[in-house]
Nanobody
Framework: QVQLVESGGGLVQPGGSLRLSCAAS????????MGWYRQAPGKERELVARVFSGGSANYAESVKGRSTISRDNAKNTVYLQMDSLKTEDTAVYYC?????????WGKGTLVTVSS
C-alpha cells in the first residue's frame, strides 16, 4: 500500500503562482511514476503532469510552459509549481502514484483561481 498526502492548495489570484506537494509513504516500488491530475466541476479528471523515476516528465498542453513538475526521490515527494494561473485552472488536484501496475490516489487538494 502507498499513502499519498497532498498540500499546497488554496486561493490564488489570476496570474499568481502556487506550489503543490505530495509525499508518498508505505511500500514504494521502483521504478514508478508520480503525477498530478485535476478535476474541475462537471468535468472528467485529466492529467496535468507526471514525472518518471529518471526525471523525464509529461505535461498537458493546457499547462505546458506555465508549470514545472519535479520530484525528490529521497523524500518520495513530487512537486508541481504552477505559474501564470488562470481561472480555468480551478480544480481539485489529485496526486497519483503508479508502479508495477498498482495505482494510488491522494484525497485531493482544492486550487481556486479567482480575483
Amino acid at each position: 500500500q502507498v499513502q499519498l498526502v497532498e498540500s499546497g492548495g488554496g486561493l490564488v489570484q489570476p496570474g499568481g503562482s502556487l506550489r503543490l506537494s505530495c509525499a508518498a509513504s508505505g511500500t514504494i516500488l521502483s521504478p514508478n511514476t508520480m503525477g498530478w491530475y485535476r478535476q474541475a466541476p462537471g468535468k472528467e479528471r485529466e492529467l496535468v503532469a507526471r514525472v518518471f523515476s529518471g526525471g523525464s516528465a509529461n505535461y498537458a498542453e493546457s499547462v505546458k510552459g506555465r508549470s514545472t513538475i519535479s520530484r525528490d526521490n529521497a523524500k518520495n515527494t513530487v512537486y508541481l509549481q504552477m505559474d501564470s494561473l488562470k481561472t480555468e485552472d480551478t480544480a481539485v488536484y489529485y496526486c497519483n502514484f503508479l508502479a508495477w501496475g498498482r495505482e494510488y490516489w491522494g484525497k485531493g487538494t482544492l486550487v481556486t483561481v479567482s480575483s
